[in-house]
């Protein structure tokens, strides 16, 4: 799945803004304070909202759209979005007037097609099997790791459905990512008991180290240590406590891993998993990391996840010079009046 247009009418501060990606594997924007780079990402984040809940129900509501979203001074706001996947193209829409506008307006809410293309989606699960589904996830720039939880408290569910998750209380601190690697790593020590060397590793951490090292150079084998408790790292080398690494590198860490398991998760029946698609959108790419960590960053997410669509925000010079321009690659530069 490719997200292929967007379209923004007088959502909060971006009055008018069409745009098609074409083939684009990384779209960047950029511009600065108060240019609607984190408003595009929001819009989406809404739109895809609706996707995720009509795949965990039938009848499951995304995020409605609000007066508070209209822009100051104008009567409605509209947001769309086409995607395709193996050429066939999928629209949907949200719309909202304010109470006192009577005229009427040529725009709807549709979500027609969406209800399809879901319901073809969830068909397949009929055999009570596990089949792949494209993934979407986003991630806002209120993310960080400000503890490392390493008691597992509750049970978590490891098929596709439960790779989704839109965020919508805009904030990420990954502590379900290290309660769901602490029980994955727990299942895996017991089938390495029971198979021994025939045993080469259970696939959603296989791809969740495998992300890391690629995205991480000198970074190695993260774990669970038992004695005493506590996540380590291999860090050129060395076994390096996790919670003793600067705030940039636990951060990045775990956006990395957290990314690679939410894909091992939504395609199970794939040996690859990070060569399978997916839509990421990041807030502020270059978010807590050093100015080294951010040269190279996006050669190195086509690398890492050759199928995955980015969709990312940045004001760093390292990020923008670093884009290669190639038709997979979109720089989007936004300005404080953003229409057209």
């Given amino acids: 799945m490719r997200v292929k247009r967007l379209r923004i009418e007088n959502f909060r501060g971006i009055r008018n803004l069409d745009l098609s990606f074409g083939d684009s594997g990384i779209v960047v924007f950029v511009g600065g304070n108060g240019a609607g780079r984190t408003t595009v990402l929001v819009a989406m984040q809404y739109l895809f909202s609706w996707y995720v809940a009509r795949l965990k129900s039938p009848n499951g509501k995304g995020v409605q759209l609000d007066e508070c979203d209209i822009t100051n001074g104008q009567p409605y706001c509209f947001i769309e979005i086409e995607v395709e996947e193996h050429d066939k193209t999928v629209r949907w829409s949200l719309f909202k007037k304010r109470a006192s506008y009577r005229k009427p307006v040529d725009r709807l809410a549709r979500r027609a097609e969406l209800n399809r293309f879901v319901d073809s989606k969830m068909e397949v699960f009929a055999d009570g099997k596990e089949h792949n589904l494209p993934l979407v996830n986003f991630y806002s720039v209120n993310r960080g790791v400000d503890a490392v939880p390493l008691q597992v ?188």
Wanted: charged share 25%; hydrophobic share 40%; aromatic share 10%.
């Fill in 153 to 340: 408290r509750q049970k978590f569910q490891h098929g596709p459905l439960d790779a989704f998750d839109c965020n919508l209380n805009n904030s990420v601190n990954f502590h379900s990512f290290f309660q769901w690697f602490r029980e994955r790593e727990d299942m895996e020590n017991e089938l390495y008991r029971e198979l021994g060397e025939m045993f080469i590793g259970e696939l959603q951490l296989v791809t969740v180290r495998s992300a890391i090292r690629n995205l991480l150079p000198g970074y190695d084998k993260l774990r669970v240590k038992r004695d005493p408790l506590s996540f380590v790292v291999v860090r050129n080398g060395k076994t390096t406590n996790f919670s003793r690494l600067s705030d940039c590198k636990k951060a990045y860490i775990a956006l990395v891993g957290d990314i690679a398991r939410r894909i091992a998760m939504a395609n199970p029946q794939s040996a690859y998993p990070l060569e399978m698609p997916a839509i990421v959108i990041i807030d502020e790419i270059e978010l807590h990391l050093l100015p080294k960590w951010q040269v190279g960053l996006v050669e190195r997410l086509k690398e890492t996840f050759p199928q995955v669509q980015f969709f990312l925000t940045t004001q760093s010079k390292h990020i923008v010079t670093g884009l290669k321009k190639s038709k997979s690659d979109t720089l989007v530069a936004l300005d404080r009046e953003v229409e057209g």
